[in-house]
């Protein structure tokens, strides 16, 4: 089969496309014929080798798959070949075949399409598990959104609103706004200004009579998470995502005693590995909000298999909004 392989770490263009031996399902796996691959940031930190998981070169990168079994391994049950699933891994997902543990899979609404579904696993899960395990986020409570137009982003958005909280989308460019507002946000917070640390608290606060934000989701770190910290509500929690704006924050810890504030860390591969029926209810739920109507994400935006190191730059440079994905087969792709 055909896969990308990391053989030496670089940026995108150093990845190489090679002919490799069709993988064989071993105990508790799952063979999956490949129709569309997910591409995420952290695609980008695994290529340039600044990733905090990484396996012996060369390897096939890639996290998120969706597509049609077609054979499975010893121990497997529940699972059969011809069924359409999203499946997350550590890495193997750019090829045209992948391994996945069954465990790790998920049954697709028959309604959904490959390459949306790959839009509705890493991010969403990771957002699911930001807004209801970390930050304990309740009905009626105000979400600032970090990164808001970027894919853990616009999860956050997304399942906020379907929890019933009010969404404040925090982005740094005029053409995300409307975005952001597509994907349900109440309010946008500009973020693009030079004084952060004055401008943020001031419009959370204006968006919320004075009370702040009850809960952050931050995959933005620098800058964002101190204006950020300043914008919570007493009892306010905010969650550490990622840090997608390049400098690692550090807490005062008097900040968080002043106003009862809780600074939390989500790692969401921990999950899959510590609860992984915990991790299957939550795709669940998040399936059954999208068949309500309840999650409408943007249409993902695909690319032939061909341009994969060019939408890893392109997101490397957080040129592309919302999710994208890589194609297999466009036939494939209904
Ligand atoms: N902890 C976990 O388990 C977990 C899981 C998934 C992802 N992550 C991490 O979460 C982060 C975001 O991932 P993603 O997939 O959402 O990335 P993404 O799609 O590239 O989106 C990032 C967003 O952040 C914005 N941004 C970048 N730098 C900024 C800054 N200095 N100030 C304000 N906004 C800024 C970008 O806006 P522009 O378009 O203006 O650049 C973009 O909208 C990454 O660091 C990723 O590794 C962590």
Known sequence: MRAYQVVEFGPPSAL?????????????????????????????????????????????????IAGVIRAVGPGVAGFAPGDRVLGQLENGAFAEQALVRADDAFKMPSELGFADATAMGLVYQTAYFALRDRASLRRGETVLVG???????????????????????????????????????????????????????????????????????????????????????????????????????????????????????????????????RMRDAQAEIFDLWRSGALRPPSTKTFTFDRLPEALELIGRGQIQGKAAILLDRRKNS
Do not use: H, M
């Not at 190489?16 to 999956?32: I, K």
């Not at 990733?51 to 990168?61: A, K, T």
């Not at 460019?173 to 946008?188: I, S």
């Open 16 to 64: 190489r496309v090679r002919d490799v031996a069709d993988p064989v399902p071993g105990e508790g796996q799952l063979l999956v014929e490949v129709a569309a691959a997910g591409i995420n940031y952290p695609d980008v930190l695994v290529v340039s080798g600044r990733y905090q998981i990484l396996p012996e070169r060369p390897f096939i990168p890639g996290k998120e």
């Open 147 to 277: 990164g808001a137009a970027g894919g853990v982003g616009v999860a956050g958005i997304q399942l906020a609103k379907a929890f019933g909280a009010k969404v404040l989308a925090a982005v740094r460019r005029p053409e995300q706004a409307e975005f952001v507002r597509a994907c349900g946000a109440d309010v946008v917070i500009d973020v693009g200004g030079k004084n952060l640390r004055d401008d943020v608290r001031a419009q959370v606060f204006a968006a919320t009579d004075g009370a702040g934000a009850d809960v952050v989701l931050d995959p933005v770190g620098a800058d964002f998470f101190g204006a950020a910290l300043r914008a919570l509500a007493w009892c306010g929690r905010l969650v550490v995502i990622g840090f997608v704006g390049g400098e690692i924050p550090s807490v005062k810890a008097n900040y968080l005693l002043v106003k009862n504030i809780t600074v939390s860390g989500l790692q969401w591969s921990d999950y899959r590995e510590r609860t992984p029926q």
